[in-house]
C-alpha cells in the first residue's frame, strides 16, 4: 500500500465536482408535461451531464487516480490488470472490480470492504449491523469522513456508490441516502448504479420527484446501460409516477414501509412518524367518504321530497300564499369528530371498509378493521 495523504493539498482536487456537503440535495430536473421546473440549472446539469465509460475508460480512470495519489507505476499496472482481468475473465461487477482494484493500494477502501461483510457466512442481521456501522463512519461526524473525503473525486464517488448499492441491497434506505447525495454522476466511474440504486432508493421510499429525476436521467443512455437497469427502472417510473398524495396507493405504500422497519427490528421516531402518517392520511380518507355518503344521502332526501317531474304538478300561483305552519327551525344535527363510524348500520359500515380498502393488499384489511374497532371504542 502506498501513502496517499499527502494527495490531499494536491491542486488536482476539483472541489466543484463534489456537491459539499451542507449543499446536498437530491438532484431534479425538469418532469415531462410540467411547466414549473425542479431545481436550478445547475441541478439540471448535474443529473444530465454523465456518460457511461466502457470498460477502457474505467480503467484509465483507475490509473489516473492512483497517478495522482503517488501510487508507482507497477502498482498501478497490477491494479489496473486486476480489474480487467475480474471484468473480462472472471464477469465481475465493473463497480465491485473497480472499487476492489483500488482497495490493492488504499488502505482506508480496503478496510471499508473488509467491514461491510467480515464473513461471508454470517447471517443477514448480522450483516445489516456491519453495513449500519459502516453507514455511521461514514457520517460527516463519523471517524473515516475526513479520510475518505480526502481522496479523488473518482474514488470517493465509487466507493459510496459501492456502499449505497449495498445498503440498498439490505432494504437499509434511509441510511444509503445520505451516502448517495453527494456523488456527482459526473465523477462516478459507474454512474448507471449511483443512478439506478440511488433511483431505486428513493422509489421506496416515496420520494417521487427525486426518484423520477434519478431514473430518467439513467434510461437517457438506455442503449448504454445493462438491460436489468433499463428495464427494471422502467417498471419503477411506470409505478411511482401516477402516485397521488393522500391516495389509496400512497396509504397502501406507507404501510409497506413501515412493515419493512418493522422486519428490521425498527421502533424508533422514523418508524412512529410512518405510523402516525398512515393513521392520519385513513382518518383524512374516511372523513371525505363519509363526507361523500352524507351528501348523496341529502341529495336523495331531496329527490323524494320534491315534486316528481314530467309536468304532473302545477306550479303555485303568484298570488297564493302558501299553506305551511311551524316556526321555520330545523333541529341541529349533533357531528362528533369521529364522524359516526361506530354508529353507522353494520351494512354501510361494510360498504365503506370495502371501497376504503379494495385497491390495498388482502393483509392490511386486518390493520383496517382493527383501527375502526378502535374508532368506535373509543367513541
Given at each position: 500500500?502506498?501513502?496517499?495523504?499527502?494527495?490531499?493539498?494536491?491542486?488536482?482536487?476539483?472541489?466543484?465536482?463534489?456537491?459539499?456537503?451542507?449543499?446536498?440535495?437530491?438532484?431534479?430536473?425538469?418532469?415531462?408535461?410540467?411547466?414549473?421546473?425542479?431545481?436550478?440549472?445547475?441541478?439540471?446539469?448535474?443529473?444530465?451531464?454523465?456518460?457511461?465509460?466502457?470498460?477502457?475508460?474505467?480503467?484509465?480512470?483507475?490509473?489516473?487516480?492512483?497517478?495522482?495519489?503517488?501510487?508507482?507505476?507497477?502498482?498501478?499496472?497490477?491494479?489496473?490488470?486486476?480489474?480487467?482481468?475480474?471484468?473480462?475473465q472472471e464477469d465481475a461487477e465493473a463497480l465491485n472490480a473497480w472499487v476492489n482494484a483500488a482497495a490493492m493500494q488504499i488502505?482506508?477502501?480496503?478496510?471499508?470492504?473488509?467491514?461491510?461483510?467480515?464473513?461471508?457466512?454470517?447471517?443477514?442481521?448480522?450483516?445489516?449491523?456491519?453495513?449500519?456501522?459502516?453507514?455511521?463512519?461514514?457520517?460527516?461526524?463519523?471517524?473515516?469522513?475526513?479520510?475518505?473525503?480526502?481522496?479523488?473525486?473518482?474514488?470517493?464517488?465509487?466507493?459510496?456508490?459501492?456502499?449505497?448499492?449495498?445498503?440498498?441491497?439490505?432494504?437499509?434506505?434511509?441510511?444509503?441516502?445520505?451516502?448517495?447525495?453527494?456523488?456527482?454522476?459526473?465523477?462516478?466511474?459507474?454512474?448507471?448504479?449511483?443512478?439506478?440504486?440511488?433511483?431505486?432508493?428513493?422509489?421506496?421510499?416515496?420520494?417521487?420527484?427525486?426518484?423520477?429525476?434519478?431514473?430518467?436521467?439513467?434510461?437517457?443512455?438506455?442503449?448504454?446501460?445493462?438491460?436489468?437497469?433499463?428495464?427494471?427502472?422502467?417498471?419503477?417510473?411506470?409505478?411511482?409516477?401516477?402516485?397521488?398524495?393522500?391516495?389509496?396507493?400512497?396509504?397502501?405504500?406507507?404501510?409497506?414501509?413501515?412493515?419493512?422497519?418493522?422486519?428490521?427490528?425498527?421502533?424508533?421516531?422514523?418508524?412512529?412518524?410512518?405510523?402516525?402518517?398512515?393513521?392520519?392520511?385513513?382518518?383524512?380518507?374516511?372523513?371525505?367518504?363519509?363526507?361523500?355518503?352524507?351528501?348523496?344521502?341529502?341529495?336523495?332526501?331531496?329527490?323524494?321530497?320534491?315534486?316528481?317531474?314530467?309536468?304532473?304538478?302545477?306550479?303555485?300561483?303568484?298570488?297564493?300564499?302558501?299553506?305551511?305552519s311551524g316556526e321555520g327551525d330545523a333541529d341541529r344535527k349533533t357531528l362528533d369528530d369521529k364522524g359516526g363510524w361506530g354508529?353507522?348500520?353494520?351494512?354501510?359500515?361494510?360498504?365503506?371498509?370495502?371501497?376504503?380498502?379494495?385497491?390495498?393488499?388482502?393483509?392490511?384489511?386486518?390493520?383496517?378493521?382493527?383501527?375502526?374497532?378502535?374508532?368506535?371504542?373509543?367513541?
Amino acid at each position: 500500500m502506498c501513502s496517499w495523504t499527502a494527495w490531499t493539498e494536491a491542486d488536482d482536487l476539483n472541489p466543484e465536482r463534489i456537491i459539499p456537503e451542507e449543499k446536498a440535495q437530491p438532484l431534479e430536473s425538469m418532469l415531462p408535461g410540467s411547466s414549473e421546473k425542479m431545481g436550478s440549472r445547475d441541478s439540471l446539469d448535474r443529473a444530465t451531464d454523465w456518460k457511461p465509460l466502457d470498460t477502457e475508460a474505467m480503467a484509465e480512470m483507475l490509473r489516473r487516480c492512483l497517478d495522482t495519489i503517488g501510487v508507482p507505476s507497477d502498482a498501478i499496472n497490477r491494479s489496473t490488470e486486476q480489474f480487467l482481468a475480474d471484468i473480462r475473465q472472471e464477469d465481475a461487477e465493473a463497480l465491485n472490480a473497480w472499487v476492489n482494484a483500488a482497495a490493492m493500494q488504499i488502505d482506508p477502501i480496503a478496510a471499508m470492504i473488509g467491514r461491510s461483510n467480515p464473513d461471508s457466512n454470517a447471517p443477514e442481521s448480522n450483516t445489516s449491523v456491519e453495513l449500519l456501522g459502516l453507514a455511521k463512519r461514514l457520517d460527516p461526524s463519523g471517524p473515516d469522513y475526513p479520510t475518505i473525503e480526502s481522496l479523488p473525486p473518482e474514488m470517493r464517488a465509487a466507493l459510496r456508490t459501492w456502499i449505497g448499492r449495498e445498503l440498498v441491497r439490505a432494504r437499509l434506505y434511509d441510511e444509503a441516502l445520505p451516502i448517495f447525495a453527494e456523488v456527482d454522476p459526473a465523477a462516478s466511474p459507474d454512474a448507471a448504479s449511483l443512478l439506478f440504486y440511488r433511483g431505486a432508493c428513493y422509489h421506496a421510499l416515496l420520494k417521487a420527484k427525486e426518484a423520477l429525476s434519478d431514473l430518467r436521467s439513467l434510461l437517457q443512455h438506455e442503449d448504454d446501460i445493462p438491460v436489468r437497469y433499463a428495464r427494471t427502472a422502467k417498471m419503477m417510473v411506470a409505478d411511482i409516477k401516477p402516485l397521488k398524495e393522500d391516495s389509496l396507493d400512497e396509504i397502501s405504500r406507507l404501510m409497506t414501509d413501515v412493515t419493512r422497519r418493522l422486519d428490521l427490528g425498527r421502533a424508533d421516531d422514523a418508524t412512529q412518524h410512518r405510523e402516525q402518517e398512515v393513521i392520519d392520511k385513513l382518518t383524512k380518507l374516511i372523513d371525505k367518504i363519509e363526507e361523500q355518503q352524507q351528501q348523496q344521502q341529502q341529495q336523495q332526501s331531496n329527490g323524494q321530497g320534491g315534486n316528481p317531474r314530467g309536468g304532473e304538478a302545477k306550479p303555485m300561483e303568484d298570488s297564493r300564499i302558501a299553506g305551511a305552519s311551524g316556526e321555520g327551525d330545523a333541529d341541529r344535527k349533533t357531528l362528533d369528530d369521529k364522524g359516526g363510524w361506530g354508529n353507522l348500520p353494520p351494512a354501510e359500515r361494510q360498504e365503506s371498509l370495502q371501497q376504503i380498502s379494495r385497491d390495498l393488499p388482502t393483509h392490511y384489511r386486518e390493520a383496517i378493521e382493527a383501527y375502526f374497532r378502535k374508532m368506535a371504542t373509543d367513541s
